[in-house]
T-cell receptor, first 115, second 110 residues
Framework: DSGVTQTPKHLITATGQRVTLRCSPR?????VYWYQQSLDQGLQFLIQ???????AKGNILERFSAQQFPDLHSELNLSSLELGDSALYFC??????????????FGPGTRLTVL | EDQVTQSPEALRLQEGESSSLNCSYT??????LFWYRQDPGKGPEFLFT???AGEEKEKERLKATLTKKESFLHITAPKPEDSATYLC???????????FGKGTKLTVNP
């Protein structure tokens, strides 16, 4: 158990809908990262927050957005869902130092299925 | 463009048969190389971080090494419970995001 929690574990929805994925980082960690894992693309970085502020952005679609709250939990919002958005979404957190090489610890993931 | 290539894509071993997984990378200013283990439908589990060429780390039957262009994950006398996908990822200078390879799926038969 990494100490990172994610809810829900599974999510099934229809095209065009909007969903919210939730992540609670390890106790004391300030950075939260979101990754998408699909069969053909592997693990892809989406976005990072550090202590409530956006810190880095990857290939995140405009239909997706995220935020980190004062209690450091984070939410990833996916809207106007398409079939291709079906994937595993992982959250990771890292230590409070904010150093470039802090180890990222991953949560159990949310499996999103868009029908 | 930053690239991480893992080989082989899949590897089948008999219990006790040692082998190595390869991770080659093309990235400017490597800050760290990470190895993770991932079981089906689960989140990646951290194994090792390597920071500089020549560095080695060990944990049970696993040993990770790093050169300027690649990393190896050596598995000594594997057991069926070592079956998983092993992922390699790098962090480059000026960034905090992990760039992952596509992984090596290891199957260890009893």
């Amino acid at each position: 158990d990494s100490g990172v929690t994610q809810t829900p574990k599974h999510l099934i929805t229809a095209t065009g809908q909007r969903v919210t994925l939730r992540c609670s980082p390890r106790s004391g960690d300030l950075s939260v990262y979101w990754y998408q894992q699909s069969l053909d693309q592997g693990l892809q970085f989406l976005i990072q927050y550090y202590n409530g502020e956006e810190r880095a952005k990857g290939n995140i679609l405009e239909r997706f957005s995220a935020q980190q709250f004062p209690d450091l939990h984070s939410e990833l919002n996916l809207s106007s869902l398409e079939l291709g958005d079906s994937a595993l979404y992982f959250c990771a957190s890292s230590a409070p130092s904010g150093a470039y090489t802090d180890t990222q610890y991953f949560g159990p993931g949310t499996r999103l299925t868009v029908l | 463009e930053d690239q991480v290539t893992q080989s082989p894509e899949a590897l089948r071993l008999q219990e006790g048969e040692s082998s190595s997984l390869n991770c080659s990378y093309t990235v400017s200013g490597l800050r760290g190389l990470f190895w993770y283990r991932q079981d089906p439908g689960k989140g990646p589990e951290f194994l090792f971080t390597l920071y500089s060429a020549g560095e080695e780390k060990e944990k049970e039957r696993l040993k990770a090494t790093l050169t300027k262009k690649e990393s190896f994950l050596h598995i000594t006398a594997p057991k069926p419970e070592d079956s998983a996908t092993y992922l390699c990822a790098v962090v480059k200078g000026g960034s905090e995001k992990l760039v992952f390879g596509k992984g090596t799926k290891l199957t260890v038969n009893p």
